[in-house]
């Protein structure tokens, strides 16, 4: 009687050891194959990703909503020069100014979109404050965007590209005033303080201070402002 026992109870482990391997094995299956299966369909996501649509949710639609629509769309009531830049409709549509020349697509070249960031129509320089010009590259991004047809991707495609293509790291943060602000980007080397504090291993006979600076700046551009911390880490250092 305990021989069946023992012959049972060992049977019984042999079917929970191989339901278990078969179990690990389909495991493992299930996920190489999920992971196949999703690698390929987001890269056939970006490579579906149109130039002018990159453009627009990585470079125009920031652009627009930092430098234009504080006076172009920002307060619906309020619309400077008849021009509504939340949509493009509004930009197809115009202004009081120039109406129709305003967004030409696929001729980047003589639209006024593009011209007024170039400051070279007089009385249109746009944005108007110097400070807030374009540089050339955000000009050429805006050229480059009509040329292309002046795509205007929806709000849930916008995502799906940033979240692709953009640069910089999204941060969860309290309910910001508009999606654009809720949901931007920032350049990962200035998240330091959302970083796990790492040790240092700081080499002998030199001067922790000394160290950490070094790490970051090596530039000899940066020599006066290294001598002008050093002073003040220093006097901060005898003085406590």
Request: aromatic share 10%; charged share 25%; hydrophobic share 35%.
């Amino acid at each position: 009687m305990d021989l069946l026992f023992r012959q049972r109870r060992r049977c019984s482990q042999q079917t929970l050891r191989s339901e278990d391997v078969m179990r690990k094995t389909c495991f493992l299956v299930l996920t190489a194959v999920c992971a196949f299966y999703f690698q390929n369909v987001c890269a056939r996501d970006v490579k579906s990703f149109q130039k002018g649509e990159q453009l627009f949710a990585i470079h125009i639609k920031p652009l627009l909503t930092a430098k234009c629509l504080a006076c172009h769309g920002q307060n619906p009531n309020e619309i400077e020069g008849g021009l509504d830049m939340r949509s493009r409709e509004g930009l197809l549509k115009g202004g009081d100014t120039f109406e129709k020349d305003v967004l030409i697509p696929g001729d980047g070249q003589h639209s006024l979109l593009y011209i007024t960031t170039t400051r070279t129509e007089e009385g249109f320089e746009m944005p108007p404050k110097e400070a807030d010009r374009l540089s050339k590259e955000q000009q050429q991004w805006i050229r480059d965007w009509i040329d292309t047809g002046a795509p205007w991707p929806n709000d849930e495609r916008v995502h799906d590209i940033q979240a692709a293509l953009a640069d910089g790291e999204q941060v969860v943060v309290s309910k910001a005033l508009s999606a654009e602000w809720q949901n931007r980007r920032y350049d990962s080397e200035k998240l330091w303080a959302y970083r796990p504090i790492r040790k240092h291993s700081i080499p002998p006979k030199v001067h922790p201070i000394d160290w950490f600076i070094n790490q970051k700046s090596n530039s000899p551009d940066c020599q006066q402002l290294l001598l002008l911390m050093h002073m003040y880490f220093y006097a901060e250092y005898v003085l406590v």
